[in-house]
Each structure stands twice: as structure tokens, then as C-alpha cells.
């Protein structure tokens, strides 16, 4: 479904990733795992246009994206739900969802449905202020916002930063959730532990390179990985 | 009690002149997050689209004014187009100088072709009968400007609130990135903001020539400069900010003129800025924005 072939991207001199390739295919969890600054959200960013590659190519459901501009990629199917939330504070929460249908107004009424029935707290919420909003309502709204463009892929990035564990399950049960509901998602994580868990096949990076990849059961099991991530 | 009255009324009627070019500063400003320094002079190009189409080619005022709405917007949208949208990238400093670059060329082709002398304001509205209530006198123009304002005002705020277009316009000016994850093409956007302040430039130009009765070249920089200090003092970005700002700097404007000196006026106009500023740096109805990392 989405193909990064051999991609290399700079912050001024800054080589911020080398020669990344990676794949996803349709109905997977595929996790990006590695330290800060490994490049996790540098690959997204670059998937959805944001960052450019000076080398090779990205294909998004069998067409190159590499070129496009990024306001054009929710209508292909793929919505980024970027690190750090980034709902629209001084908007409502249902002004923020009605945002996420922007390129398909006439799913507004539906996507709104489903997404209050997935997340019941927003309902509550609906017609307040986001910035009043806690973390974990936030990137529930932020989750939220991306469904309502009917994506075909997920790019999540870092959901489960700064919440509560508990959060953090809840998050994680809605991932294996869509997936269930045929959704396909690229998630970045620092948890490993967790995204290791929910993930079909993952990937890691350090320092701008893919290092390791494999089933998330693998890795898992890996000695490299345990010593790095998963505290021994 | 008369003069009171009477002060206060010219005083809303040209803060509302203020008014209308504030929005065009304060949307640019919160959308595309530049000051466009040439705002003031898509005035002066309003209002001479009005001599031309209404003195010189004959055409029934209503027409005129049309036709000076569409060249403002068409003028907004390719100032933007050519002048600032090569720099969405670059130093806020490079896009302030170009816009006072984007200003000095504006003045200089009106000096081309209408020459340094200054023109006549066709007298659009003098077929409005003046109302007479008690001894104090209210001019057609005058009520017309507070009319057309407030209606202005009112689909503006509508516009923005309720509309697609409008939400769009406030998720792009908090959070660009964001906004194109959405789809929302912000290019389009800015476009639109463009336009949207260049056609209240333009409904202003109207109602400046029309109490002015004068137009040169240069015409557009003093209401300029006080629509965007109307802007500041209401708070840069905010939509009731530059209508608060631009009615109360026309109401403080001509009191001053009226109570204290002519020639203090503008002293007196900018000192109340000073003060707001230092009181509440951010302006009256401005937010605080807080940097993120």
C-alpha cells in the first residue's frame, strides 16, 4: 500500500535520514520504534510532503506521492495525525472534526457519528473550546479529526506521548480496534514495549537509519532490542 | 450637547473607514502572518478606479463602485501572488520590505498615469436627503457609512464563524501544518484573505474619497497607517479587534479634533496607542499567544 524507497532527507547540512526504505501493507499495524531523534517523525513528515527527499521515491497506493502537495494526500487516503496532537486550540471540538471532513464535507454527518460512538468523551465535549481539552482528549480529537477524512492508512505519530497509562491502553485498544475495522496504520512510537505488542511487523531506527526489522513478535524477542528499549 | 453629538457621529463614521481597512491588515496578518505595507495604497487605487469608471467613462455610480471592488480584489490577489508568495518561506523582514517595496510601486504607477495633482472624488451620495433631527444634522454619506459598516461587519464575522471557507481560514491561522493534513489547501486560503481585504479596502476607498473629496497618489498611506494602528491597538489578528480598534481610534480621532487641537489630533490618536500597549501589550481584545517548542 505505501512503499518508501531509498529516501534521504536534510535539515540544512543535517543528514536527518539515510537511505530509509520501508513498506506497509494493506490491513497492517507497522511500527517505527527507536530513541529521540532517530528520525521517526522525519519519515512521516516526509510521507506526507511536509519534508521533501532529495533521493528516491514514495508510491501511495501504486501512484508516486513524492511530488505532491500535501494538502492533496487526505483526499488520496492517508491522513497524518502529526506528534503532539496539533488539534486547532481556539476551535471547537466539533469544529476541529468537521475540519478532518474538509475534503469530503458530504461524510460529515456519518464521520461525526462514528466518531463520537468510538469516542464518547468528545461527544460530551463537543461544542467546547480544544485548548480545554486534557492530553488524552486531545489526541483522541486529534485521532478523531483523521478518521473523518476516510483514510485508507493511518500515520500516528507518537499517540501515546504524555498520557496516563491507562490512556495509554485506551489509545492502543482504539489502534487494534480500526484495525479490526480494516483500517492500515503506520505508528511511531518511543513505547516499544507497547507498540511492539499491537504491531504486525516493525521497524527500528537509529540515528536516521533503518537498523532492524521484522514481526513485531520478533523484535520483541530480539536481544538488541531488549537491551535498547525494552530495559534488559 | 450638539457638538457631542455630532463629533461622535463623524467619529464613528470615520472609524468605521478605519474599521473596514483594519480587517484587511489583522486577516493577512493572522492568516499569512505578514503586515502588508501596500494595504493602504489598494485604498488609493479603489478610489481611483471610482474616478475613472464614474468621472471619466460616465458610468452610474453603483457601476463605479463594482467596478473598483473587483480591481481592488483582483489587485489583492496578484500582489499576492507575485509579491509574496515567492517569499512564504523567507525572513518576516524580506516580506515587510517587499510589501513597502509593493507600496512605493503602487503610489509611483498611480503617479504614471493620474499625475501628482490631486483629482475629484466623483459626489456619489449627495442624492441622499440629509436627516434632520432636533438641530443636530446627519449627512447621507455619513449614515450610509455607518450602515454599509455594520452590515459589513456583521457578514464578516458570520462569514468567518459559520462558513467552510471561514473555518478553514481560522485553522489555517492557528496551525498551518495542521491545516494542510486536512486538506485545506493554504495557498487557496491566503488568496481568499487577500481578496476578502482587499474588497473592504475597496468599499472603504469608496466611503474616504467620498468625505475626503480629494485623491492623489499618496492617498492611502495616512488611512493606512491608522487602520494598522487601529489593528495593533484592537490586537493584531483578532476580526472584532480591528472593528473595536478602527471605531474607537475614529471616535478618540475626531473628538480630539473637535475638544482639543486639529493638530494634535494624531498625537493624541497615537499616544492613546502608546498607552494601550504599554497597559496591555498584546491589545485590547488580542491573545496571548505562547510560543510552542
Redesign the interface.
Known amino acids: 500500500m505505501l512503499q518508501v524507497n531509498n529516501i534521504n532527507v536534510f535539515y540544512g547540512k543535517i543528514h536527518a535520514l539515510k537511505d530509509v526504505s520501508l513498506n506497509v501493507n494493506q490491513g497492517e499495524i507497522v511500527a517505527l520504534i527507536g530513541a529521540n531523534g532517530a528520525g521517526k517523525s522525519t519519515t512521516l513528515k516526509t510521507i506526507?510532503g511536509?519534508l521533501r527527499s532529495r533521493t528516491g521515491d514514495i508510491t501511495f497506493m501504486d501512484e508516486s506521492i513524492s511530488h505532491i502537495?500535501?494538502?492533496?494526500?487526505?483526499?488520496r487516503g492517508l491522513?497524518?495525525v502529526?506528534e503532539?496532537r496539533?488539534?486547532?486550540?481556539?476551535?471547537t471540538v466539533q469544529?476541529n472534526l468537521?475540519?478532518?471532513a474538509?475534503?469530503c464535507?458530504d461524510h460529515t454527518k456519518e464521520g461525526l457519528e462514528d466518531v463520537y460512538n468510538r469516542f464518547p468523551r468528545l461527544l460530551h465535549r463537543k461544542n467546547q473550546i480544544a485548548g480545554t481539552l486534557s492530553g488524552g482528549e486531545q489526541q483522541m480529537l486529534a485521532m478523531g479529526?483523521?478518521l473523518m477524512?476516510q483514510p485508507k492508512l493511518l500515520m500516528l505519530d507518537e499517540p501515546s506521548m504524555g498520557l496516563a497509562p491507562i490512556l495509554v491502553q485506551f489509545i492502543f485498544d482504539m489502534i487494534l480496534e480500526l484495525k479490526s475495522a480494516g483500517a492500515t496504520i503506520l505508528l511511531v512510537e518511543q513505547n516499544a514495549e507497547m507498540a511492539l505488542k499491537i504491531a504486525d511487523r516493525a521497524y527500528v531506527m537509529e540515528s536516521g537509519r533503518i537498523v532492524l526489522s521484522g514481526t513485531g513478535e520478533e523484535l520483541a524477542n530480539s536481544d538488541a532490542i531488549k537491551k535498547a528499549y525494552l530495559g534488559g | 450637547m450638539i457638538t457631542l453629538i455630532q463629533a461622535l457621529l463623524n467619529g464613528l463614521s470615520l472609524g468605521s473607514i478605519y474599521a473596514l481597512i483594519a480587517l484587511g491588515y489583522t486577516m493577512v496578518y493572522g492568516i499569512a502572518k505578514m503586515l502588508n505595507f501596500a494595504h493602504g495604497d489598494v485604498i488609493m487605487v479603489g478610489a481611483y478606479a471610482v474616478i475613472t469608471s464614474v468621472v471619466q467613462a460616465k458610468m452610474p455610480g453603483v457601476l463605479g463602485v463594482v467596478v473598483s471592488i473587483a480591481i481592488c480584489a483582483l489587485l489583492g490577489v496578484t500582489i499576492e501572488f507575485l509579491a509574496y508568495r515567492p517569499l512564504r518561506k523567507a525572513a518576516s523582514l524580506t516580506v515587510l520590505i517587499t510589501a513597502i517595496g509593493v507600496s512605493y510601486l503602487l503610489q509611483n504607477v498611480a503617479q504614471l498615469i493620474y499625475g501628482t495633482e490631486q483629482k475629484a472624488f466623483p459626489e456619489l451620495f449627495d442624492s441622499i436627503p440629509t436627516l434632520t433631527l432636533g438641530e443636530v444634522s446627519i449627512e447621507g454619506s455619513l449614515l450610509l457609512t455607518l450602515g454599509l459598516t455594520a452590515v459589513i461587519m456583521a457578514a464578516l464575522t458570520l462569514f468567518i464563524n459559520y462558513t467552510?471557507v471561514g473555518?478553514?481560514m481560522?485553522?489555517v491561522s492557528?496551525?498551518k501544518?495542521?491545516?494542510?493534513?486536512?486538506?485545506?489547501?493554504?495557498n487557496r486560503t491566503i488568496t481568499v484573505t487577500f481578496a476578502i481585504g482587499s474588497v473592504l479596502a475597496a468599499v472603504a476607498s469608496v466611503f474616504y474619497g467620498a468625505s475626503y473629496t480629494y485623491i492623489r497618489p499618496t492617498t492611502g498611506a495616512m488611512p493606512g497607517i491608522k487602520a494598522f494602528t487601529a489593528a495593533v491597538f484592537g490586537g493584531i489578528g483578532s476580526i472584532p479587534g480591528a472593528m473595536l480598534g478602527g471605531i474607537l481610534l475614529g471616535v478618540i480621532e475626531q473628538m480630539s479634533k473637535t475638544y482639543i487641537s486639529t493638530k494634535w489630533s494624531d498625537a493624541i490618536v497615537f499616544g492613546v496607542l502608546v498607552l494601550v500597549l504599554v497597559i496591555k501589550p498584546t491589545g485590547l481584545l488580542g491573545?496571548k499567544i505562547s510560543e510552542?517548542v
Open positions: 506526507s511536509m502537495d500535501p494538502y492533496k494526500l487526505i483526499s491522513a497524518h502529526p503532539g496539533r488539534v486547532f486550540l481556539q476551535m469544529e468537521e475540519m478532518g474538509y475534503t464535507k479529526r483523521a477524512g | 467552510r473555518k478553514a481560522r485553522a492557528e496551525d501544518e495542521a491545516a494542510e493534513l486536512m486538506g485545506i489547501s493554504v491573545k510552542k
